[in-house]
T-cell receptor, first 113, second 120 residues
Framework: AQSVTQLGSHVSVSEGALVLLRCNYSSSVPPYLFWYVQYPNQGLQLLLKYTSAATLVKGINGFEAEFKKSETSFHLTKPSAHMSDAAEYFCAVSGAGNTPLVFGKGTRLSVIA | GAVVSQHPSRVICKSGTSVKIECRSLDFQATTMFWYRQFPKQSLMLMATSNEGSKATYEQGVEKDKFLINHASLTLSTLTVTSAHPEDSSFYIC????????????????FGAGSRLTVL
């Protein structure tokens, strides 16, 4: 079984400040990990993915995440927040093959001017 | 990149009626699609896995007779909410595996824009 825990349902940062969204996973098999972003009333857009290659993964819009097996974590970071980053962020885990993703509960990011 | 089109984006219906939501993969074939449901300010919950040419696989607790899934072709899956009631009001999102995933083994999903169903 796989699961994801996102710490903090809501994170608020100032524009230009560091963004850190936390994600811890549980998986009985080597995990594939994802971060998706969702804007209001829209579907999900892939930010980045970990597929057992490099542990530091760079994604779109300046985001990156680091896979830490010892900590079972896959936290999402961005050095400098923009107003356009305000959205809901979901961490997800899956196994290999055509298996569905299991999502965390999401973290809403607010960016304050 | 891979695009998944979902229609309609919004639908309002009366209680007791049925509503069909379409999910199409554009420019790629999807033998498997996943249907998720999202309640306001909550996460996505997998409802079912739609398989082309065979029956869908439903998650525990999802009524297969209420949420009919048909994967008639390699580019189209439909979700029909039968005899809809207000508690079925939700945001329904479909997804398909991005063919550009390559050989990493990961199931990278591309999502449709979602369909918001409101049952009066």
């Amino acid at each position: 079984a796989q699961s994801v825990t996102q710490l903090g349902s809501h994170v608020s940062v100032s524009e230009g400040a560091l963004v850190l969204l936390r994600c811890n996973y549980s998986s009985s098999v080597p995990p594939y990990l994802f971060w998706y972003v969702q804007y209001p009333n829209q579907g999900l857009q892939l930010l980045l993915k970990y597929t057992s290659a490099a542990t530091l993964v760079k994604g779109i819009n300046g985001f990156e995440a680091e896979f830490k097996k010892s900590e079972t974590s896959f936290h999402l970071t961005k050095p400098s927040a923009h107003m356009s980053d305000a959205a809901e962020y979901f961490c997800a885990v899956s196994g290999a093959g055509n298996t569905p993703l299991v999502f965390g509960k999401g973290t809403r990011l607010s960016v304050i001017a | 990149g891979a695009v998944v089109s979902q229609h309609p984006s919004r639908v309002i219906c009366k209680s007791g009626t049925s509503v069909k939501i379409e999910c199409r993969s554009l420019d790629f074939q999807a033998t498997t699609m996943f249907w998720y449901r999202q309640f306001p300010k909550q996460s996505l919950m997998l409802m079912a896995t739609s398989n082309e040419g065979s029956k869908a696989t439903y998650e525990q607790g999802v009524e297969k007779d209420k949420f009919l899934i048909n994967h008639a072709s390699l580019t189209l899956s439909t979700l029909t909410v039968t005899s809809a009631h207000p508690e079925d009001s939700s945001f329904y999102i479909c997804s398909a595996r991005d063919p550009g995933t390559g050989n990493s083994g990961a199931n990278v999903l591309t999502f449709g824009a979602g369909s918001r169903l409101t049952v009066l």
